[in-house]
């Protein structure tokens, strides 16, 4: 009797762990998927980015370590182009991407595999404040991109691109990152809600509001200082050949 309560026992517990296990494998289905674009992500790495960065991304004297750069740099870089380059020694230029979007999305988990960094933002959660976004973009971005986001030029012979042409994620993963030039603003600086308000301003400046008129092609004080300037001079224009011709001599 004591025998047969001890294999009935024995079972229960292995009929338990079975359940457990095949309970534990459905609910967890994304891992073997996970693997599987880490592993498509390796492939392609040491196809076309090993060259400069090292086969095992730790970097060499043509392109820096990826190691830790986390998946919102990888992401960024990919996503606008920048990356694969083929002359190191100059700025990285935004261009069509290389790689169709399922590659990167396989790029990307390699690359944030390498270790722990930035993760890719969610530019919806927290909703971002618009007017929140003006005061800190004209604090912390306007001096290099223009009070527009038209771009301009930095010292080095490097510029500050053009932001018209960035997507929201492309946007945020910017001010988490840093790339080339542009100073990293990490969550010590800019909170997860600051850096969305900073792009719903960026994303508000492709179409923005002309309440004071014509948009002069928003490029800031130097053009509306032309248009002054002109005005001025066919305005004395105007008075010169309006005056009467006796009061002239």
């Known amino acids: 009797m004591r ?23 459905a609910a967890t289905p994304s891992r073997g998927n996970d693997d ?15 060259q400069c960065h090292g086969a095992d991304g730790g970097g060499t004297d043509q392109g820096p370590s990826l190691v830790g750069v986390g998946a919102a740099s ?11 380059d083929t002359d190191p020694d100059r700025q990285p230029v935004s261009k069509p991407p290389a790689y169709e979007p399922d590659e990167i999305d396989a790029l990307v988990a390699y690359v944030a595999s390498l270790g722990d960094g930035p993760p890719i933002p969610d530019v919806d959660d927290p909703p971002g404040r618009l007017t929140e976004g003006g005061e800190l973009y004209l604090l912390n971005c306007a001096a290099c991109h223009s009070a527009a986001g038209n771009g ?18 492309q946007t945020a993963e910017a001010i988490r990152t840093g790339p080339g030039p542009m100073p990293i603003f990490g969550p010590d600086t800019l909170s997860d809600r600051q850096v969305n308000s900073i792009v719903e301003y960026v994303r508000y400046l492709d179409d923005p509001e002309d309440p004071g ?35 002239a001599e």
Not at 3 to 25: K, N, Q
Not at 220 to 225: C, D, K, L, S
């Open 152 to 169: 301009g030029a930095l010292s080095s012979g490097r510029t500050a691109p053009d932001l018209h042409g960035a997507t929201r994620v």
């Open 36 to 50: 599987a674009g880490v592993q498509q992500g390796r492939e392609l790495f040491v196809t076309g980015c090993a």
């Open 213 to 247: 008129g014509l948009s002069l092609g928003r490029v800031g004080p130097i053009t509306e200082g032309l248009v002054a300037l002109l005005g001025l001079v066919a305005l004395a224009f105007a008075c010169r050949w309006i005056e009467p011709k006796d009061h």
């Open 74 to 84: 990888a992401d960024f870089q990919l996503t606008t182009g920048r990356m694969p």
């Open 3 to 25: 025998r047969a309560l001890v294999v009935l026992v024995g079972l229960g517990l292995l009929a338990t762990a079975t359940a457990l296990g095949l309970a534990g494998a």
